[in-house]
RNA sequence: GGGCGUAUAGCUCAGCGGUAGAGCACUACAUUGACAUUGUAGGGGUCGCAAGUUCAAUCCUUGCUACGCCCA
């Protein structure tokens, strides 16, 4: 086996991932062994392999890949989540190319079309995730509606319903009238447009006058219930408790007081739209108006439908709440026209408005009086609250906490139904209020109907409780049973008992919230659910701490009672090279399966990790990845260098016995490297881990270490290297390997099995644990021996002498163990600094380079070819940049105040640095004297 | 309006109570030799501004400025 010239990612990439996969290598079998455990935020099924993620997994496949060489059960799971909206728009918009719709099916067909678009085309990202080398367990991929997990999503939804901590009810919602569905606050853009502020005077009934009210939404005055003025606001004092008799519609409304008006704004007084607008909607509560009482202009789609007092008049009916693209018709436009025309209109500012809209299909939302259900989610916030301040969530980074914090405790109900078809359906059945007679047909009251409802895991269950309950009731004969139907409508028509499911389904982040035990078999009490929750680590973006993340911690502190993670790291955003934000419209994205084309996913992953630096976002920066692609072939050729010096596989797991300083002191970088590795590790810094492999592999190991233990060539002829440096430099290779493995697990994967013959593969392979001591001795002695090379190869470059002219050397005042370095060192001397022989004898008279190093002076003379005034200037050039540090630590010496009250340490550091410095001066100096 | 973050070399970023580092870029030199996806050497920074604390501040505190994000 001989490693291939050209290091080809792609060539390896696709072998080792299969293989990995084929051999089950992800989930070894470790029953005994300590648990390690992380899920995977599960990918809209819709989506494919962007940026973000690719940071996301990097980082976590890092962390399990580390454990997984720990020796620990590490189980990181996978699956796709089915993203309601977003794969219900897709399948539409398939069908609406072929000019087809939704509504042409069934609810059971069109759901069965979703699931075949699913099974052809969902689920890409799974493929590409396996590209980046994620090790996830794909053996059990999970979806947040295959069976198991849904039974979970039915069973909380029950439990909770249970509790009292899910209920219907019927107030505002975010509506969005494009995708007509509800949504959470969560889901709401506030963003600034420019708008119009229209100031309307509003007669009042008794004709003793008129109140002036501004609004930004004219059109809602269609379902005006009063005007509010603030209590202390004397203009108003005598107009309070009168009735305004509204433009257009003639209804008579109240002018009431309420705090919510603001005396600076406009005239001091504010219409009050309670059914389309949230403030107005508290304003209303406060006036005593209930919910079901409030007024209801709109429809789902946004235009106009007559109040329930039937006073709009007839022309508006139909038309779209305000203009745009698309919408002939316009309603606010109309009221404004009339308004004018009645003389009533003041005047119009411009003003900058804060619109809300739905984040997927950036339609302006309308507030909407619906029955929607909604979690008490103030409730499961609190112990959710306590594990993060009293240590069992640790946030990473700890900056986080606040903005947790924040939300939690002013955390709102949270609406989980969607108007949608695809999702876990709402586990609710309706059915006639008992008092009303379920055999009512009265069509008229269809409308407003309030229905029983009845929590139930499944059909079969349903019946039965609604059965119970009925009979309890006294409505039902003891031989009667209820039936389920389609609809109201169904069980209206019909004299008979019946239910019927509610049609809505449920939040995808309702599901999504359950995926650390859901996953991993609750509600079953399985053996894994023991072993692997909680979670070690939830690696996320910030950007769903509250979406997910925060519902995580409230979820399965709930059903669990225990936390779902125990560490909750959070890493920023990816973005474009110029600090924008990536994104589709822009046109400015990243694709990451490029970048692995072009890089291969190694170097993707390590830029990944050697970016990521706790509480910053990254951006994008195609030169680093380059970078870190040469790395990956420098480490290739460093393997193709040392196979061709007979250095292969260590035979042993610890540090091989070493006699030669160059190996013992290899071996002690090597510990060094790990504990700082492994200290990274602990402190989830992966921008020090890189950084940590990065410069021992190619600074200390192939610059240095190979450099020094490469053999010398003699009559052009390459010599054998020495057995125990063969050793060594495999042993520390293999370590190199397996430390970088977690960041580049395709080439430390060739590269371990290219290095020979291998009982197990690098995956399985045991995270270093030398337990070598450092070398003291043998460190000072390779780093006086680099000190001395760098010496004269600097000395050289600035004297433009070439670098591979060999010299010979004098040294001047030598310790012995500098004698015996010198001699220990002589051919790597030789070879490397090219001094072919360094004498302990005077140096001759003439031209020579004059090098300082701790104690000695080196002598360097090469008659004729040694720049005098050139070496003179060197020199002076040194001792000005020394003399600068000496004077320093002398001024601080001086300083009473430093010496009485610095630290000892401190004190005693600047005084051996200023010993040193000074005697390295003096002997600069001397060595100046003696060039003339 | 409230909160959070960032400001360090030309660029992208680390760092730290004892006067600064990496990668890229730049300059010079090098090549029968693992690697030009390379090697060697080098230039480049009053650490955003101001005040305070301290023997000592790029680092801690406060204020200011600029930029970004989140919430209302």
């Not at 079309?113 to 099974?119: G, I, L, N, P, S």
């Not at 989980?416 to 047909?441: C, F, M, N």
């Not at 004299?495 to 995926?515: C, E, G, M, R, Y």
């Not at 012995?816 to 360094?838: F, G, P």
Request: one cysteine or more; hydrophobic letters at 40%.
């Amino acid at each position: 086996m001989t490693i291939d010239k050209n290091f080809d990612p792609a060539a390896i990439e696709a072998k080792w991932y299969s293989h990995w996969e084929d051999t089950g290598a992800f989930r070894p079998e470790r029953g005994d062994a300590e648990p390690y455990t992380i899920v995977n935020p599960p990918p809209n099924v819709t989506g494919s392999l962007h940026i973000g993620h690719a940071l996301d997994n990097t980082l976590q496949d890092i962390l399990i890949r580390h454990a997984r060489l720990q020796g620990k059960d590490a189980l990181w799971v996978v699956g796709t989540d089915h993203a309601g909206i977003a794969t219900q728009m897709v399948v539409e918009r398939k069908l609406n190319e072929q000019q087809d719709k939704r509504t042409n099916y069934s609810r059971e067909d069109f759901i069965a079309k979703v699931w075949e678009w699913k099974e052809e085309s969902g689920g890409q990202i799974t493929k590409q995730l396996r590209r980046l080398g994620c090790s996830m367990d794909w053996e059990n991929e999970r979806f947040t509606m295959d069976e198991g997990f849904s039974k979970a999503v039915i069973k909380v939804f029950v439990d909770l319903h249970k509790e009292g901590l899910i209920y219907r009810d019927k107030r505002l919602v975010n509506w969005d009238p494009g995708l007509k569905t509800a949504i959470s606050d969560l889901e709401v853009e506030t963003k600034e447009i420019n708008g119009k502020f229209w100031h309307f005077s509003y007669p009042l009934e008794d004709g003793s006058g008129a109140i002036s009210v501004a609004t930004t939404r004219p059109e809602t005055m269609l379902a005006d219930m009063a005007v509010a003025v603030h209590p202390d606001d004397e203009r108003y004092a005598d107009m309070v408790g009168k009735n305004v008799k509204l433009p257009i519609t003639g209804r008579l409304v109240p002018i009431i007081t309420d705090e919510h008006a603001d005396p600076e704004l406009g005239s001091g007084a504010v219409k009050i739209t309670p059914g389309h607008d949230f403030n107005d909607f508290d304003v209303g509560k406060r006036a005593g108006f209930v919910p079901a009482e409030m007024l209801n202009m709109l429809d789902a789609e946004g235009r106009v439908v007559q109040t329930s007092d039937g006073l709009i008049p007839e022309e508006f009916i139909g038309l779209y709440r305000f203009g745009k693209e698309g919408e002939k018709t316009n309603a606010r436009k109309k009221v404004v026209e009339m308004i004018e025309a009645a003389g009533l209109l003041e005047n119009i500012e411009d003003r900058v408005i804060q619109t809300p809209f739905g984040d997927r299909s950036n339609e302006v939302i309308e507030p909407w009086l619906t029955d929607q259900w909604y979690v008490d989610a103030e409730t499961l916030a609190k112990p959710a609250i306590d594990a993060v301040r009293n240590g069992d969530i640790d946030v990473v980074p700890k900056t986080w906490e606040k903005t947790y914090f924040n939300w939690m405790e002013n955390i709102q109900p949270w609406c989980v139904s969607r108007q949608l078809w695809w999702g876990h359906r709402i586990p609710a059945w309706y059915g006639p209020k008992i008092e009303d007679g379920y055999t009512q047909k009265a069509a008229s009251t269809v409308t407003d109907f309030v229905p029983e409802v009845f929590v139930a895991a499944n059909e079969e269950e349903a019946i039965r409780v609604a059965t119970d309950a009925y009979r309890k009731k006294g409505g039902l004969l003891e031989e009667q049973f209820v039936r389920v139907v389609q609809s109201q409508d169904e069980m209206f028509a019909e004299s008979q008992p019946a239910i019927w499911q509610d049609n809505d389904v449920l939040d995808t982040w309702f599901s999504s919230a359950l995926w650390p035990f859901g996953t991993i078999g609750w509600p079953e009490q399985t053996k894994e659910l023991e072993r692997h929750y909680p979670n070690d680590v939830l690696i996320s973006g910030f950007d769903i701490l509250f979406f997910w993340d925060a519902r995580m911690a409230m979820q399965g502190l709930h059903f669990m009672k225990e936390v779902p993670w125990k560490t909750l790291y959070l890493h920023g955003l990816v973005r474009a090279a110029d600090g924008s934000k990536m994104s589709k419209s822009k046109g400015n994205t990243v694709d990451p399966l490029g970048l692995i084309d072009k890089y291969g996913a190694d170097a993707l992953r390590f830029f990944m990790a050697a970016m990521e630096s706790q509480g910053r976002d990254i951006k994008m920066d195609e030169k680093r990845v380059e970078g870190y692609r040469n790395f990956a072939t420098k480490l290739w050729n460093a393997a193709r260098f040392a196979q061709s010096n007979g250095i292969s596989a260590s035979k042993t797991l610890a540090a091989p016995k070493a006699e030669l300083a160059v190996n013992r002191w290899i071996i002690g970088e090597t510990q060094a490297t790990l504990d700082k590795l492994n200290k990274a590790f602990e402190e989830l810094r992966f921008d020090g881990m890189a950084d940590i492999v990065y410069h021992f592999a190619w600074d200390q190991f192939c610059d240095w270490y190979l450099e020094l233990i490469k053999p010398a060539y003699v009559d052009g002829e390459q010599q054998d290297m020495d057995g125990e440096s063969q050793l060594v430099a495999g042993w520390v290779l293999d370590q190199i390997l397996v430390m970088l493995h977690p960041f580049m697990p395709f080439i430390t994967e060739e590269l371990w099995h290219e290095m020979g013959t291998r009982s197990y593969d690098i995956i399985h392979a045991k995270w270093p644990a030398p337990r070598a001591n450092v070398d003291t001795d043998a460190s000072a002695e390779i780093e006086w021996l680099i000190k001395l090379i760098s010496g004269v190869r600097s000395a050289k470059n600035e004297l433009g002498i070439p670098p591979g002219t060999k010299m010979n050397a004098f040294a001047r005042e030598t310790s012995d163990a500098t004698t015996a370095r010198l001699k220990n060192q002589s051919a790597a001397i030789a070879r490397i600094a090219r001094l072919e022989n360094v004498s302990l004898d005077d140096a001759p008279d003439g031209g020579s380079i004059q090098l300082v190093v701790d104690e000695a002076t080196f002598v360097l003379p090469l008659e004729g070819v040694i720049d005098l005034d050139a070496e003179h200037a060197r020199i002076t050039k040194a001792i000005e940049a020394l003399s600068k540090e000496v004077a320093g630590l002398e001024g601080r010496l001086g300083n009473a105040n430093f010496v009485e009250r610095a630290k000892p340490e401190a004190v005693e550091k600047a005084r051996s640095d200023h010993a040193e410095k000074a005697a390295e001066v003096e002997k600069l100096q001397a060595a100046l004297a003696r060039l003339g």
